[in-house]
T-cell receptor, first 111, second 111 residues
Framework: NAGVTQTPKFQVLKTGQSMTLQCAQD?????MSWYRQDPGMGLRLIHY???????DQGEVPNGYNVSRSTTEDFPLRLLSAAPSQTSVYFC??????????FGPGTRLTVL | KQEVTQIPAALSVPEGENLVLNCSFT??????LQWFRQDPGKGLTSLLL?????REQTSGRLNASLDKSSGRSTLYIAASQPGDSATYLC??????????FGTGTRLQVTL
């Protein structure tokens, strides 16, 4: 099993550009989520999904969009990048209330 | 709103010491409790998972306990080693397997 994979590892964007952060898991987990990690702050939940076709907002959803068309994939879209979105992004997956597995992260810089 | 507090925020100990990391939650509605470590610039590595029906878990030199009634968890590390140096996180698992993170305890074990 590859576990949770994320691409790209690093990305630099200009303000206003859009992009998609990819997340995939091969453990057939129902639950997937996206977090961002900023210096001095705990990881914060952006969006989450409890199954294919079902998504909901977390604590900091503004500026981000998600969809879940398959169990395996949960991409995160930045609609119009802003410097405030400079962060490290982590994707996680789990079965319901079971062990959570995190991807290696994507380090995003918005200039 | 669930909040997670981790004490101490930072800790430096000489190799071989036993130590305790503390985690407290404002909402005692905890489905399970998972301890992670995060090395600088890296992702989250799962250490221990305490399921809702359990009170503690052990893995090697690590022992984690959970007291739901008081909303507290502790991670005990025996005979610390330099390789234990990392940031330790204890997010609370809420509904829909959403995690709420504190800012972590940064541990340094010196030779």
């Amino acid at each position: 099993n590859a576990g949770v994979t994320q691409t790209p590892k690093f990305q630099v964007l200009k303000t206003g550009q859009s992009m998609t952060l990819q997340c995939a898991q091969d453990m057939n987990h129902e639950y997937m989520s996206w977090y961002r990690q900023d210096p001095g702050m705990g990881l914060r939940l952006i969006h989450y999904s409890v199954g294919a076709g079902i998504t909901d907002q977390g604590e900091v959803p503004n500026g981000y969009n998600v969809s879940r068309s398959t169990t395996e994939d949960f991409p995160l879209r930045l609609l119009s990048a802003a410097p405030s979105q400079t962060s490290v992004y982590f994707c996680a997956s789990s079965d319901r209330y079971d062990e959570q597995f995190f991807g290696p992260g994507t380090r995003l810089t918005v200039l | 709103k669930q909040e997670v507090t981790q004490i101490p925020a930072a800790l430096s100990v000489p190799e071989g010491e036993n130590l305790v990391l503390n985690c407290s939650f404002t909402d005692s509605a905890i489905y399970n409790l998972q301890w992670f470590r995060q090395d600088p610039g890296k992702g989250l590595t799962s250490l221990l998972l305490i399921q809702s029906s359990q009170r503690e878990q052990t893995s090697g030199r690590l022992n984690a306990s959970l007291d739901k009634s008081s909303g507290r968890s502790t991670l005990y590390i025996a005979a610390s080693q330099p390789g234990d140096s990392a940031t330790y996180l204890c997010p609370n698992t809420g509904t829909a397997s959403k995690l709420t993170f504190g800012t972590g305890t940064r541990l340094q074990v010196t030779l």
